[in-house]
């Protein structure tokens, strides 16, 4: 294992040099992850395969292709939100003015989860370079191509006394935990994360919390049943369903449900072939204990698509289930595979109900053509973010905050609030000597009539 605490040392003295405050430094860091990620994209590639077996399509799009738009995108904007800026001054304040400097918090630990090894790790790096921090990278032990590749990159394109990785499992991750950071930015478990929360308290380190969850996927009758189906099956088995986003879940209104599952089943086949074992676009599961946890939830549940699975293969087919109880474990566990299970409603009030009645989700879809229902969703339900008439591509926003809501995190990230999530907003007020009002200072006695009336 790397010496963390010589690693910590360093980072602190690179900080404390304040090159990172320099836009202009910030800017270019930037510009040679851009370079490095382009120069090494087969070497990422072929770490993703031999992790997940993603093709390069969907490795692209989902992981590198993605993380390259958000370099761009900070790019662009990051001199325009490091500067300070000036805000309005309360009357009862003038003639001073009002200020919020954003400044790094300093060494920021990032945590990352298996599913989109290289997405996960780099996408939050982008916003603390953007925002002036020096990091430290925690990628998971389970996606090891990707964890060394990643290892090899940043060791060969930056000084490991701004950016650097650390490699390796639990212990690793509780070594890094045990030293002073000024900012977490974990992704993975509810149940990790509470403990990634108990060890910065210790220090009263700031965290973000990108936490998982089961996420419901609400089919109306008024929906486009063919083109709903469609997208919930592209969302559900990307990555072979190993997705934080991806729908846990789907509730559907019993008049359509068999139209729905049928639809779903066409658009299976037509992505992935008769046999989804032979498709050169399916994914793998990434580990044999994930496998069997996943087979396990099969049982006491009607196979109505898929369900084939092998564990020496590691595949595990899209696979539709129904006719389990809410209290059925795979309705109250994350599934995190290719699994979605198949529910039936009478009334949307009933989906409501039932899913505020559970912990709040990362995120939620909702089918309908009907306005008057995507509202009352919106108004009823607590979630992370989500989608009316789509799944996922809401995380492909730079516009719209990305994280979760109780038990499926906290904080958020993605554009400006990546930026505001690795940044401490100094507030400032700037008076002058030009006045000096004396009801300010003691004895106050003789102007509480005259505040009465100002802080009224
Ligand atoms: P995990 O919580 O098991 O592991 C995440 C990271 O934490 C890994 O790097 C791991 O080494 C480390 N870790 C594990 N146990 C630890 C401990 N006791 N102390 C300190 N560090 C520890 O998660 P995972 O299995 O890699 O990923 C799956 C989970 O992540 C799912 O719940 C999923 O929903 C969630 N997830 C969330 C997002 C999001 O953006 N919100 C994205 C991807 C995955």
């Given at each position: 294992m790397k010496d963390i605490k010589g690693i910590i040392a360093a980072q602190r003295a690179f900080f404390a040099s304040g090159k990172t405050r320099e836009v202009s430094f910030r800017r270019r860091q930037l510009g040679i992850l851009r370079h490095a990620v382009k120069e090494n994209e087969k070497s990422i590639l072929d770490a993703l395969y031999a992790d997940l077996r993603k093709s390069p399509y969907e490795a692209y799009l989902t992981e590198i292709g993605i993380v390259l738009e958000d370099i761009r995108f900070y790019m662009k904007n990051i001199r325009r939100w490091a500067r300070p800026k000036r805000v309005r001054t309360p009357y009862y304040h003038l003639p001073a003015t009002s200020w919020i400097y954003p400044e790094p918090y300093g060494k920021a630990l990032i945590i990352a989860p298996w599913n989109y090894p290289f997405n996960l790790a780099v996408a939050p790096l982008v916003p603390a370079i953007s925002a002036g921090n020096c990091a430290v990278i925690k990628p998971s032990e389970f996606s090891v191509n990707t964890s060394e590749v990643l290892a090899d990159l940043f060791g060969r394109y930056f000084d490991p006394a701004y950016i650097t990785v650390v490699t390796g499992g639990v212990e690793a991750s509780k070594s890094l935990l045990a030293e002073k950071f000024d900012k977490i930015f974990f992704t993975g478990s509810p149940t990790v994360g509470r403990i990634v929360m108990g060890e910065a308290a210790r220090h009263l380190t700031p965290v973000t919390l990108e936490l998982g969850g089961k996420s419901p996927c609400i089919v109306e009758k008024d929906a486009d049943i063919s083109l709903s189906a469609k997208r919930i099956v592209s969302g559900k088995f990307i990555n072979a369903g190993q997705t934080?986003?991806?729908?846990?879940y789907l509730a559907v209104h019993h008049s359509v449900r068999d139209q729905l599952v049928d639809e779903m089943g066409k658009h299976l086949r037509r992505f992935?072939?008769?046999?989804?074992?032979?498709?050169?676009?399916y994914p793998r599961i990434i580990n044999k204990k994930h496998l069997e946890r996943l087979s396990g939830l099969l049982e006491g549940t009607t196979v109505i698509f898929g369900g084939d699975h092998d564990p020496d293969t590691l595949f595990f087919s899209p696979t539709l289930v129904t006719d389990m109880a809410l209290s059925h474990p795979v309705m109250q566990e994350e599934i995190f595979g290719p699994i979605l299970p198949v529910l039936t409603f009478d009334t949307i009030a009933e989906v409501i109900d039932m899913v505020n009645s559970r912990p709040k989700p990362l995120a939620l879809y909702l089918f309908t053509s009907d306005p008057g229902k995507a509202k009352a969703v919106m108004k009823r339900i607590s979630f992370g973010g989500g989608c009316v008439n789509d799944t996922?591509?809401?995380?492909?926003?730079?516009f719209l905050p990305f994280g979760g809501v109780g038990n499926s995190g906290m904080g958020s990230y993605h554009g400006r609030y990546g930026f505001d999530a690795f940044s401490h907003h100094k507030g400032v007020l700037k008076n002058t000597f030009l006045i000096d009002f004396?009801?300010?200072?003691?004895?106050f006695f003789k102007y509480l009539r005259l505040l009465r009336k100002v802080l009224r």
């Open positions: 934080c986003i991806a729908p846990d992935f072939g008769k046999n989804p074992a032979d498709s050169p676009v996922l591509i809401h995380f492909a926003s730079p004396p009801f300010r200072y003691p004895p």
